[in-house]
């Protein structure tokens, strides 16, 4: 029986948000996932990221021998919670964890069997990693040499996103992580130029870093079948590592020859370290250990300045104290003061600011009509800039109300709106009808199509998409006999 209802009747279930990764898993085969489910530990991060009520229906029926009565347990569930309730077990059937009927109750026996193995322990699968014996003639890496190790990848793949092409010369990734940000659509090279950052990108930087994580991921995963790696393989060494200890080292023998290969992109990543590529042993850092924990998945550290930490929970793109508590204060003139020392939150104000002055622990810009127009031109939208202007606010400017200066918000917007005047689309001009009642007729049917873009009567023209041409050129023929 359950230890609690899924409803209270004084308290609103809170909605939660599913993890990126659920819907990816749901659009793979019963086949892929059961082979998956093999593996406890894949097991159990699932577990982990799934929303409380999926979490609390599993405990219930993870003991039982037998399935349930799908009567008994609905009769567990107050009205208020029943759509609730609905959308925990249509996760649970989508992911194949519930069995699909509408009479009995029960999960997976794979997936049954191997949580509970992750549970109680026992088995010798190596599915958690096989830890080495301390190697008495090399140190082995610390937990604070791992945090570094990691925030040194990682922010370098986010400090190459915001300065190249901006005149600058970062420290560029690999050959694989570019590759990766290019698929992901964070990064660009328009007319064979240097790669820049997009609109995407933008709004990449202003997830927390476990959500940035997870994005680069999911297209890894995406490319998984592209590079004929076993997609099996590849998710269950990511959930490995997930289960991992930080500040240990495991052996890389019993890995797949597919994970032995996923060690050289995710060293890229700042997941795992090596001491050289040939190693036998590897240790996990926290930006892997944390990947299905709410824990933060980068070092924490309560200095004050632009000191490197991290907030796993809020929709914070640098680890630096001065993000968790905002650091930006805007002023009515346009001019911007950044409290940080942080070189990528710097970068990243350059995208869309004129600096003026640099200081030990603050940065001086203005927002002008050039510099905006340059984030324009770079796919950055005015609403990003706004954004993340409100998001990074000193808690000074939060004692406002509005936040920021609406003059300024609605100058950025103008800037935007000049920007955005004309549109160009390809198409085909239609004219030259024989009559009134000609145009109007074929006009007619062009807008029933929704192909038209623009259209002058007293010209009797009109022009519509390239996409709609072959249908309206037919319809003109089979009226007229000829174009």
Known sequence: MPVQSLQNTDVIVPQHAPHPLLPFLQSQSQTTLTRLYQ????????????GPIERQLIMNLLWLESALSAATMSAWVLPEGKNAYDSALTVMTGLHIAQNSAVKLALNP??????????????????????????????????????????????????YMVSSGQGQNPTKPSQGVLYLLQRSGLMNNAHGAALQITSSGFQFLLHSPHDQLWNLLLQYLHMAEERQMDLVEVLSFLFMLSTMDLGREYSTEPLSETQKAMLEDLRDYGLVWQRKTSSKRFSPTRLATTLTSSSPPLPSSHSTGGSRTADGTGAVTLSSGAAQQGFIVLE????????????????????????????????????????????????????????????????????????LPVTVQDQIRLWELERNRLKSAEGYLYKDFASQADYEYVLAYAKQLDVVLWENAAKRCFFGTLEGHANVRGFIERRTGSV
């Not at 593996?39 to 799934?50: E, Q, T, V």
């Not at 050039?370 to 609403?383: P, Q, T």
């Open 39 to 50: 593996r406890p530990s894949s097991c159990l991060s699932i577990f982990r990221l799934l």
């Open 332 to 403: 009515t003139n346009y001019r911007i003061y950044a409290y940080t020392d942080n070189p990528l939150q710097t970068a990243v104000l350059n995208l869309f600011i004129t600096m003026k002055y640099r200081f030990p622990n603050l940065v001086v810009g203005m927002l002008t009509r050039e510099s905006v127009r340059k984030a324009l031109g770079n796919g950055i939208s005015a609403d990003q800039i706004i954004s993340y202007l409100t998001t990074h606010a000193h808690p000074q400017m939060r004692k406002n109300n509005p936040l």
């Open 110 to 159: 794979t997936f049954k069997s191997s949580l509970r193995q992750a549970i109680t322990g026992g088995g010798n699968t190596g599915s958690f990693g096989v830890p080495t014996d301390k190697d008495g003639k090399r140190q082995s890496a610390n937990i604070e040499n791992l945090d570094a190790y990691a925030l040194e990848r990682w922010e370098t793949i986010l400090h």
